[in-house]
């Protein structure tokens, strides 16, 4: 059985391989911030919600990935909620083809890359959200931006209780993926500082355990950044010519010693490597550029 665990007055969370969270409105009425990666994950939070003697009446995602949203569809199908989201993720809920197709260089890709992991089930919404407080029937919240894991993601504020999202990862769940997604090197550190400047009682992680003080994992999560950006350094610096984007991405999975499931699997890691590149490149340290035999090849500059 599903049970809410009280974090304050009024504020819940549903532990799971993503944690939910519930927010109570006026009237037995409830917020819940994500609903968890498909029907399955959405039917426990609707079962604790009913065995409690709540009423979903708000679904508040906080970004676009699949694993936070595939629930909704069911739960406004099954409640009428309303659906709330970050203004520059709303377009994937409303099209999750988007997810896969964009990890897969912009085209459609095959179709163990649109598992459920990547692409959820299509779904409205009703309010797009910005950053700053915002009010849920009768309910203050502060909507904090923490970009960088996803371009619009938002963590959620309720009192001194923090949902962070994936701003973060937990330890051990760094420890278990060998490599963090993090769509933007520079913005996830700067999303990672801000954390470290709030003053939340509690942080709530999406994939881990909530702690009372957040600074080892943020620690933990900067030193997984570095340590990628510094295994990609030295793979372009050890090389005696540019190297091929494939051969890096390879090459830092080796390292890091990941093997991946299958092509959704894969294609994540990818783009987490090529968010290093790009910090790489952005930063003046490496250059990339197109070979008569059309392979894009990565170097550091000033060779
Ligand atoms: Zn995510």
Not at 238 to 253: D, H, K, R, Y
Request: proline share 7%; glycine share 10%.
């Amino acid at each position: 059985m599903s049970k809410l665990c009280e974090l304050a007055d009024g504020v819940h969370l549903l532990p799971g391989s993503t944690n939910l969270g519930v927010v109570d409105l006026a009237g037995g009425r409830a917020l819940a911030i994500d609903s968890g990666l498909d029907e399955s994950a959405a039917r426990k939070l609707l079962r604790a919600l009913q065995e409690s003697g709540r009423r979903l009446t708000v679904i508040l995602s906080t970004h676009s990935h699949a694993d936070h949203i595939g629930g909704n569809a069911f739960l406004v199908q099954r409640t009428g909620c309303r659906v709330a989201a970050p203004a520059v993720e709303a377009s994937l809920l409303r099209a999750p083809a988007w997810e896969p197709l964009y990890l897969f260089g912009g085209a459609y890709p095959p179709a163990p890359a649109r598992s459920k992991f990547l692409m959820a089930a299509a779904g409205p919404v009703d309010l797009v959200l910005e950053p700053g407080p915002v009010e849920f029937e009768g309910r203050s919240l502060e909507l904090v931006p923490l970009p960088g894991h996803s371009p619009g993601q938002l963590g959620v504020l309720v009192g001194n209780v923090l949902f962070a999202a994936d701003a973060y990862f937990d330890p051990p769940v760094l420890e278990k993926h060998g490599l963090p997604y993090f769509a933007a090197v520079q913005e996830s550190l700067a999303t990672l500082d801000r954390l470290e400047s709030l003053t939340a009682g509690l942080v709530i992680p999406s994939h881990g355990r909530p702690v009372d003080d957040p600074r080892p994992s943020l620690d933990a999560n900067r030193r997984a950044l570095r340590q990628g950006l510094n295994h990609a350094l030295e793979l372009l610096a050890g090389a005696g010519e540019g190297i091929p984007t494939e051969t890096v991405v390879a090459s830092l999975l080796h390292r890091l010693g990941i093997r991946c499931r299958d092509l959704g699997h894969y294609l994540l890691c990818r783009a987490a490597v090529l968010a290093y590149l790009t910090h790489l490149v952005d930063t003046g340290v490496a250059a990339v550029g197109v070979g008569d035999d059309n392979v894009p090849r990565w170097e550091v500059c000033g060779r």
